[in-house]
């Protein structure tokens, strides 16, 4: 407690009488943090168009994959492209809901109903690409658990999937300046033993 709100109460005020004025204070910022978060919710839903790009690693029990990647977005469209530090793309993924095609770094295609399933089938990668629609932005879907940051940027979110197939867990570590913190910077996933992580360095979107 302030100083200010030390000298506000008589010292003699009853334990329990503090206690209820304490929790009522307390719940004054809650629906103001909750209209910030909405308010900042809707900022990232309007953002349907964008494009951003940076340094991603893939990390498992077998292999360190470190790379550059460009991620396109329009809607419920998506194009990712990964590309080694000289510029060469090792791979292409383009993905509708149910629909994915993947081109491999010498330009053969193959098509499936679920982009997560064809990459990791095809490239031996594990990335949760639909769920990165939102994810990428700092939006958690309807179904994940999540808790804020005390200037009600997304920090944390978890998927809510069974013991014996956990889900992936995502953190938040820092958001872009350039963006007025609007977006992320650097996102960290996990999954088992699995870990991808993202160090965003540019974000072209229309508000």
């Not at 349907?48 to 977005?73: L, M, P, Y």
Request: with cysteine; glycine share 4%.
């Amino acid at each position: 407690m302030s100083r200010h709100s030390r000298s506000f109460f008589p010292e003699k005020l009853p334990i329990i009488t503090t206690f209820c004025i304490l929790s009522l204070i307390g719940c004054v910022t809650t629906p103001t943090q909750h209209t910030e978060w909405l308010n900042h919710q809707q900022a990232l839903l309007d953002i349907t168009k964008f494009t951003t790009k940076g340094k991603v690693a893939f990390i498992d029990q077998e292999q360190r994959i470190s790379a550059n990647f460009v991620w396109k977005q329009d809607g419920n469209a998506v194009s990712l492209r990964i590309t080694n530090f000289f510029g060469a793309t090792l791979f292409k993924l383009d993905t509708i809901p149910k629909y994915a095609i993947l081109t491999d770094h010498v330009g053969q295609s193959y098509v499936g109903t679920n982009a997560s399933n064809l990459l990791q089938r095809l490239i031996g990668i594990s990335l949760p690409v639909d769920a990165m629609s939102h994810w990428i932005k700092g939006l958690p879907e309807e179904k994940n658990k999540f808790q804020l940051s005390t200037d009600n940027r997304l920090e944390y979110l978890s998927e809510n999937n069974s013991l014996s197939n956990p889900g992936w867990q995502v953190k938040y570590q820092s958001y872009d300046v350039a963006t007025n913190r609007l977006l992320p910077a650097k996102i960290i996933m996990n999954q088992n033993h699995k870990k991808v992580c993202l160090v965003i360095s540019n974000w072209k979107y229309t508000p």
